[in-house]
Protein backbone atom coordinates (compact mmCIF):
# COMPACT_ATOMS: atom_id res chain seq x y z
CA UNK A 1 0.00 0.00 0.00
CA UNK A 2 0.97 3.90 -0.62
CA UNK A 3 1.77 6.14 2.76
CA UNK A 4 0.43 8.89 3.64
CA UNK A 5 0.81 11.50 1.26
CA UNK A 6 0.76 15.40 1.69
CA UNK A 7 0.67 18.38 -0.32
CA UNK A 8 2.12 20.36 -0.89
CA UNK A 9 5.87 19.59 0.73
CA UNK A 10 6.67 23.22 1.42
CA UNK A 11 4.99 26.43 0.96
CA UNK A 12 5.84 30.25 1.59
CA UNK A 13 3.22 32.44 2.51
CA UNK A 14 2.66 36.40 3.89
CA UNK A 15 1.08 37.15 7.11
CA UNK A 16 -2.93 37.88 6.78
CA UNK A 17 -2.96 35.00 3.85
CA UNK A 18 -4.77 31.69 4.36
CA UNK A 19 -3.43 28.36 3.48
CA UNK A 20 -5.16 24.73 3.00
CA UNK A 21 -2.84 21.63 3.04
CA UNK A 22 -4.17 18.28 2.06
CA UNK A 23 -3.73 14.76 3.22
CA UNK A 24 -4.34 11.17 1.59
CA UNK A 25 -4.04 8.66 4.29
CA UNK A 26 -3.29 5.41 3.36
CA UNK A 27 -6.03 3.46 1.08
CA UNK A 28 -8.43 1.39 3.77
CA UNK A 29 -7.67 4.04 6.92
CA UNK A 30 -10.66 5.98 7.92
CA UNK A 31 -9.17 8.68 10.56
CA UNK A 32 -6.97 10.99 9.54
CA UNK A 33 -4.59 12.92 12.30
CA UNK A 34 -3.53 16.53 11.85
CA UNK A 35 -0.38 18.09 14.01
CA UNK A 36 1.68 20.99 14.44
CA UNK A 37 5.29 20.46 15.41
CA UNK A 38 7.58 23.69 16.42
CA UNK A 39 10.66 23.98 17.53
CA UNK A 40 9.50 25.80 20.69
CA UNK A 41 5.63 23.51 21.29
CA UNK A 42 6.90 20.66 19.73
CA UNK A 43 3.98 18.47 18.68
CA UNK A 44 0.90 19.88 19.48
CA UNK A 45 -2.28 17.57 17.85
CA UNK A 46 -4.83 19.72 16.31
CA UNK A 47 -7.62 17.67 15.64
CA UNK A 48 -8.77 14.60 14.01
CA UNK A 49 -11.51 13.14 11.40
CA UNK A 50 -13.03 9.96 11.72
CA UNK A 51 -15.62 9.35 8.62
CA UNK A 52 -16.09 12.69 7.50
CA UNK A 53 -16.65 13.74 11.31
CA UNK A 54 -14.45 15.38 13.50
CA UNK A 55 -14.16 13.19 16.48
CA UNK A 56 -11.35 15.02 18.88
CA UNK A 57 -9.80 18.51 18.77
CA UNK A 58 -6.75 20.47 20.04
CA UNK A 59 -6.23 23.86 21.39
CA UNK A 60 -6.00 25.80 18.93
CA UNK A 61 -7.86 29.17 18.12
CA UNK A 62 -10.34 28.86 15.38
CA UNK A 63 -8.22 30.14 12.69
CA UNK A 64 -7.14 26.51 12.31
CA UNK A 65 -9.55 23.98 10.39
CA UNK A 66 -10.01 20.99 8.93
CA UNK A 67 -12.44 18.53 6.75
CA UNK A 68 -12.66 14.96 5.64
CA UNK A 69 -13.76 14.08 2.16
CA UNK A 70 -15.74 10.43 1.36
CA UNK A 71 -12.39 9.20 0.28
CA UNK A 72 -10.89 9.92 3.58
CA UNK A 73 -8.72 12.43 2.13
CA UNK A 74 -8.52 15.35 4.70
CA UNK A 75 -7.24 18.87 4.07
CA UNK A 76 -6.71 21.42 6.89
CA UNK A 77 -6.93 25.41 6.86
CA UNK A 78 -5.41 27.82 8.71
CA UNK A 79 -6.57 31.66 7.67
CA UNK A 80 -5.22 34.83 8.45
CA UNK A 81 -1.76 33.44 8.98
CA UNK A 82 0.96 34.44 11.90
CA UNK A 83 4.37 34.66 11.88
CA UNK A 84 4.03 31.75 14.79
CA UNK A 85 1.56 29.36 12.71
CA UNK A 86 5.78 28.66 10.46
CA UNK A 87 5.60 25.08 11.14
CA UNK A 88 6.00 21.19 10.13
CA UNK A 89 2.03 20.11 9.58
CA UNK A 90 1.75 16.37 10.16
CA UNK A 91 -1.21 14.54 9.13
CA UNK A 92 -1.12 10.63 10.08
CA UNK A 93 -3.52 8.32 9.17
CA UNK A 94 -4.68 5.55 11.61
CA UNK A 95 -6.90 1.83 10.19
CA UNK A 96 -9.39 1.51 12.51
CA UNK A 97 -9.26 2.19 16.80
CA UNK A 98 -7.69 5.17 18.42
CA UNK A 99 -5.86 2.47 20.06
CA UNK A 100 -3.36 1.75 17.46
CA UNK A 101 0.00 3.06 15.62
CA UNK A 102 -0.59 5.99 13.65
CA UNK A 103 1.05 5.91 10.29
CA UNK A 104 2.47 9.89 9.46
CA UNK A 105 2.94 11.62 6.44
CA UNK A 106 5.88 13.32 5.52
CA UNK A 107 4.61 16.84 6.35
CA UNK A 108 4.18 20.11 4.53
CA UNK A 109 6.74 22.92 5.83
CA UNK A 110 4.74 26.31 6.25
CA UNK A 111 6.81 29.38 6.14
CA UNK A 112 5.13 32.27 7.44
CA UNK A 113 6.77 35.86 6.44
CA UNK B 1 0.57 21.60 28.21
CA UNK B 2 2.87 18.24 27.37
CA UNK B 3 1.69 14.81 28.43
CA UNK B 4 5.02 13.06 28.17
CA UNK B 5 8.29 14.52 29.40
CA UNK B 6 11.52 12.84 28.06
CA UNK B 7 14.82 12.26 29.51
CA UNK B 8 17.44 13.31 28.90
CA UNK B 9 16.69 16.07 25.91
CA UNK B 10 19.88 15.37 24.20
CA UNK B 11 22.26 12.16 24.10
CA UNK B 12 25.53 11.40 22.53
CA UNK B 13 26.64 7.67 22.34
CA UNK B 14 29.05 6.20 20.09
CA UNK B 15 28.29 3.33 17.77
CA UNK B 16 27.82 -0.19 18.73
CA UNK B 17 26.54 1.49 22.48
CA UNK B 18 23.13 1.05 24.64
CA UNK B 19 21.07 3.99 24.38
CA UNK B 20 18.11 4.78 27.23
CA UNK B 21 15.95 7.06 26.53
CA UNK B 22 12.72 7.71 29.53
CA UNK B 23 9.67 9.47 29.32
CA UNK B 24 7.25 9.57 32.28
CA UNK B 25 3.61 11.06 31.70
CA UNK B 26 1.18 12.51 34.21
CA UNK B 27 -2.34 11.04 33.35
CA UNK B 28 -3.44 7.42 32.67
CA UNK B 29 -3.03 5.90 29.14
CA UNK B 30 -3.94 3.02 26.87
CA UNK B 31 -1.03 2.88 25.36
CA UNK B 32 1.96 4.58 25.30
CA UNK B 33 4.03 4.74 21.59
CA UNK B 34 7.17 5.49 20.52
CA UNK B 35 8.28 7.01 17.14
CA UNK B 36 11.24 8.22 15.54
CA UNK B 37 11.86 10.76 13.33
CA UNK B 38 14.37 12.07 11.19
CA UNK B 39 15.86 15.67 10.08
CA UNK B 40 12.45 17.26 10.52
CA UNK B 41 10.77 14.66 8.19
CA UNK B 42 7.67 12.45 9.33
CA UNK B 43 7.47 10.54 12.75
CA UNK B 44 7.94 6.86 12.25
CA UNK B 45 6.56 4.16 14.02
CA UNK B 46 8.42 2.14 16.38
CA UNK B 47 6.61 0.42 19.03
CA UNK B 48 3.07 0.48 21.25
CA UNK B 49 3.30 -0.92 24.54
CA UNK B 50 -0.21 -1.30 25.76
CA UNK B 51 -0.62 -0.20 29.58
CA UNK B 52 -1.19 -3.93 30.68
CA UNK B 53 2.50 -4.72 29.08
CA UNK B 54 5.39 -4.71 30.77
CA UNK B 55 7.91 -5.13 28.18
CA UNK B 56 8.13 -5.05 24.96
CA UNK B 57 11.25 -6.09 22.05
CA UNK B 58 11.03 -5.57 18.26
CA UNK B 59 14.43 -6.13 16.97
CA UNK B 60 16.91 -3.89 18.69
CA UNK B 61 14.48 -1.78 20.61
CA UNK B 62 13.29 -2.79 24.02
CA UNK B 63 10.35 -0.72 25.99
CA UNK B 64 9.29 -1.02 29.39
CA UNK B 65 5.91 0.80 30.67
CA UNK B 66 5.81 0.93 34.46
CA UNK B 67 2.42 2.51 35.08
CA UNK B 68 2.67 2.83 39.17
CA UNK B 69 5.26 5.16 38.29
CA UNK B 70 3.89 6.58 35.03
CA UNK B 71 6.65 5.96 32.86
CA UNK B 72 8.99 4.23 30.20
CA UNK B 73 12.13 3.76 28.79
CA UNK B 74 13.20 3.00 25.35
CA UNK B 75 16.54 0.97 24.68
CA UNK B 76 17.95 0.46 21.68
CA UNK B 77 20.87 -1.85 21.97
CA UNK B 78 24.11 -1.71 19.53
CA UNK B 79 23.90 1.48 17.83
CA UNK B 80 24.33 2.31 14.40
CA UNK B 81 24.81 5.47 12.80
CA UNK B 82 21.45 5.60 11.09
CA UNK B 83 19.98 5.68 14.54
CA UNK B 84 20.68 9.68 15.16
CA UNK B 85 17.56 10.93 15.31
CA UNK B 86 15.03 12.36 17.53
CA UNK B 87 12.79 10.09 19.43
CA UNK B 88 9.37 10.84 20.65
CA UNK B 89 6.90 9.22 23.22
CA UNK B 90 3.47 9.52 23.32
CA UNK B 91 0.52 8.58 25.59
CA UNK B 92 -3.15 7.50 23.70
CA UNK B 93 -5.57 8.18 26.43
CA UNK B 94 -9.13 8.41 25.73
CA UNK B 95 -9.02 10.59 22.60
CA UNK B 96 -5.91 11.63 21.11
CA UNK B 97 -2.42 10.93 21.35
CA UNK B 98 -0.13 13.11 23.35
CA UNK B 99 3.75 13.62 22.35
CA UNK B 100 6.75 14.41 25.07
CA UNK B 101 9.49 17.00 23.91
CA UNK B 102 11.44 14.32 22.12
CA UNK B 103 15.16 12.57 22.67
CA UNK B 104 17.97 13.77 20.44
CA UNK B 105 19.82 10.81 20.01
CA UNK B 106 23.26 11.13 17.97
CA UNK B 107 25.64 8.09 17.18
CA UNK B 108 29.48 8.57 16.81
CA UNK B 109 31.45 6.50 14.26
Known amino acids: KAGVTQTPRYLIKTRGQQVTLSCSPISGHRSVSWYQQTPGQGLQFLFEYFSETQRNKGNFPGRFSGRQFSNSRSEMNVSTLELGDSALYLC????????????FGPGTRLTVL | SQQGEEDPQALSIQEGENATMNCSYKTSINNLQWYRQNSGRGLVHLILIRSNEREKHSGRLRVTLDTSKKSSSLLITASRAADTASYFC?????????FGQGTRLTINP
Open chain 1, 92 to 103: ASLEGPLNNEQF
Open chain 2, 90 to 98: ATQGAQKLV
